[in-house]
């Protein structure tokens, strides 16, 4: 007996490492067009707000993709491994699709908006199948696959920071490879987990019902507060930092490496989060990284003209606690979620934050054109203080 539970540890951790690692290479496809952004703003004459619409296409294409994937219990009436495989390829599709093919703006934001809508069966998928295979410590375990997305949401960052004068549409394209490659190794090395539902009954209508339970609803208005600031904050900390470089020329050429090191951060924060809820819960974690994004999103505007050897240690602090709370709402949200239907409450509850994501990264350009970026982000501020006021909600 102690041989069989020591064997399903060892093949439940080796299920883990390789679902984060086909999340990291097939999310890589998600920013790889924000990474282009300063590129194409060049070479296509795009304005601030022209820029954020690379990023904002994606999100409403995810959006579209988990409300489809939700309706239709993709993820709980078929093989939750097969849905990932086939939307891993699609996104690569897609992707290539706007390296190689797009010459303008309005064809790009089709083909990021398509490889949005296929990302839906790959990050909330990814969760489920994690979730198959461990009964306790699902924050821990969250933790590293969400690291495992932060880190590939950095990684076109750290491609275009290796030479600043990289070809955009190969650095799209070495994006689409990864993806790929994710989803062969989901096929190919992952199996279904021991605690995985059995197949759902279509429910066209479960996507409402999860949200009749106080702790689900509870915890999904808690992650909608820190979807407000998440995306707008990664996508556009390349503006901020742009913005403060003006004052400082001499450091102009680091900023691909600034932006790589404030999003790359946020690995170690998902899996320190992950790791502490092991001792103080999910709930303590996730409040206190909202409580510390809060605070950063407060003092923005005052710290905008530091020098940047004073600035970026607090900027890592806040990618560092930006994402700590994402797999730990996860977390609840499977806890308190119907069991057979685990795929469709975290796709929907994925779906409305991503929806939120749109309003905040097109706000925040508007307001920039306004008062600039040094105060742009204050208007970040109110997500985490939703936040804690809903996760102050659930239980302990």
């Known amino acids: 007996m102690t041989q069989s539970v020591e064997q399903q540890s060892t093949q439940a951790n080796q299920a883990l490492i390789f679902v984060s690692l086909a999340v990291f290479l097939a999310t890589s496809t998600w920013f790889s067009g924000t990474a282009a952004t300063l590129n194409l703003k060049q070479a296509w004459q795009l304005s601030d707000v022209q820029s954020a619409w690379l990023t904002i296409s994606v999100q409403l294409g995810f959006i579209t993709g988990t409300f489809l994937y939700a309706i239709l219990n993709l993820a709980d009436v078929f093989n939750a491994r097969r849905v990932f495989f086939v939307s891993a390829l699609l996104a690569a599709l897609f992707n290539t699709g706007f390296a190689f093919i797009s010459q303008e703006l309005t064809i790009a934001l089709v083909f990021r908006f398509l490889t949005g809508v296929t990302l839906a069966g790959v990050y909330p998928v990814g969760m489920k199948i994690v979730a198959s295979w461990f009964q306790s410590g699902l924050g821990w375990r969250l933790g590293v696959m969400v690291g495992a997305l932060t880190l590939g949401t950095a990684t ?89 470089l003006e004052n400082f020329t001499e450091l102009q050429g680091s900023l691909a490496w600034m932006v790589f090191s404030v999003i790359g951060i946020g690995t170690l924060g998902c899996v320190f989060g992950g790791w502490v809820s092991r ?86 350009p508007l307001i920039a054109d306004s008062v600039g970026w040094q105060w742009a ?20």
Request: hydrophobic share 55%.
């Open 156 to 244: 076109p960052f750290f491609m275009q920071a290796l030479d600043t004068d990289f070809e955009w549409r190969w650095l799209v394209a070495s994006a689409s490879i990864a993806s790929a490659v994710g989803a062969m190794i989901m096929t190919g090395l992952v199996k279904d987990g021991p605690f995985l539902p059995k197949k759902a009954v279509f429910n066209a209508g479960m996507m409402f019902k999860v949200f009749q339970h106080p702790p689900f609803r509870h915890t999904a208005f808690g992650y909608f507060g820190h979807m407000w600031e998440l995306y707008a904050f990664w996508s556009l900390i390349s503006f901020y930092l742009a913005a403060n």
């Open 279 to 364: 001792k103080v819960g999910e709930r303590r974690v996730a409040l206190t990284s909202l409580f510390i994004s809060a605070i950063l999103c407060l003092l923005s505007g005052f710290i905008f003209s530091w020098s940047p050897v004073i600035l970026m240690p607090l900027l890592l602090i806040w990618g560092f606690f930006v994402i700590a709370d994402s797999p730990q709402f996860s977390a609840l949200a499977a806890q308190h979620a119907p069991k057979e239907y685990i795929g469709t409450a975290l796709t929907i509850q994925n779906g409305i934050g991503f929806a939120i994501t749109v309003g905040s990264i097109q706000l925040l």
């Open 377 to 396: 982000f204050l208007f970040l501020a109110p997500g985490p203080l939703l936040g804690i006021y809903f996760t102050r909600k659930l239980k302990r």
